[in-house]
């Protein structure tokens, strides 16, 4: 059984993907700072026959990174560092924006997924396994507002590029999930309505598909590696 760490897996695209990844057999550990609504996750999939190891946290605490380290217990073929944040909200210019909300948004959109890829490289490269880092369109992309997230993730990028060159034994994928219909996407929206946008559980084919197929390094959008775009 391949075993896959998913941060960020209490709601939004994470459960969804924790959801998807155990239905194709994978034994889970599971993270988020929202214990309760963790659990119920865990739950869901442990009903549906899955194995689940679910740890509260945040992984921007080191403390909590070694408890995820050890609950791999020496095995990990998928590590899937989704866990983030939008930074401040309603979204500021970068003329306005706060630093120390800017500091928080690189500590849990880089410096953590970093630091938690540091941590499992020797499990991964033993296993010859992968790392997903969930990244977004305004990585690449100027939107007015989006300049301390578009930051965040576009140093994230960069670090999962410049990974995927040094890892040869392992994949490194950087995926733009498109916009969803999320808590965090409402929070870049306060107050608008954003039904029109898919739930995160109509992508998760192509998350598969990267996992399964074992794709080479690279960036990828979650729309172009859906069954219709093939």
């Known amino acids: 059984m391949n075993t896959a760490l998913i941060t960020g897996a209490s709601r939004g695209l994470g459960r969804a993907l924790a ?15 929202d214990a309760a609504a963790l659990d119920a996750v865990a739950d869901e999939i442990r009903q549906a026959g ?17 408890l995820l380290l050890r609950a791999a217990d020496g095995r990990l073929d998928l590590l899937v560092n989704n ?8 979204l500021p210019a970068l003329a306005d924006y706060p630093p120390d ?10 410096i953590a997924p970093i630091a938690l890829t540091q941590l499992m490289l020797p499990l991964l490269r033993e296993r010859g396994g992968a790392v997903l ?11 007015a507002g989006w300049g301390g997230y578009g930051a965040a993730k576009a140093a994230l990028e960069q670090a999962s590029n410049v990974l995927a060159a040094e890892e040869l034994a392992i994949r490194v994928w950087w995926a733009d999930p498109g916009d969803l219909r999320t808590d965090m996407h409402q929070l870049a929206f306060p107050g608008e309505d954003i039904s ?11 998350f598969l598909r990267l996992v399964t197929e074992r794709l080479p390094s690279g960036r990828y959008r979650a729309a172009h590696l859906l069954p219709a775009a093939r």
């Open 133 to 143: 880092n969930i990244t977004s369109d305004a990585a690449v992309e100027a939107y």
């Open 196 to 206: 029109d946008r898919p739930l995160p559980e109509a992508i998760v084919p192509a």
């Open 50 to 66: 899955g194995t689940v190891t679910a740890l509260a946290g945040s992984v921007t605490d080191p403390s909590h990174r070694d």
């Open 83 to 90: 866990a983030g944040t939008l930074g401040a909200s309603p």
């Open 101 to 110: 909300a800017l500091r928080e948004a690189f500590e849990v959109n880089v």
């Open 19 to 33: 959801v998807g990844l155990a239905r194709e057999g994978y034994a889970l550990i599971i993270d988020a700072r």
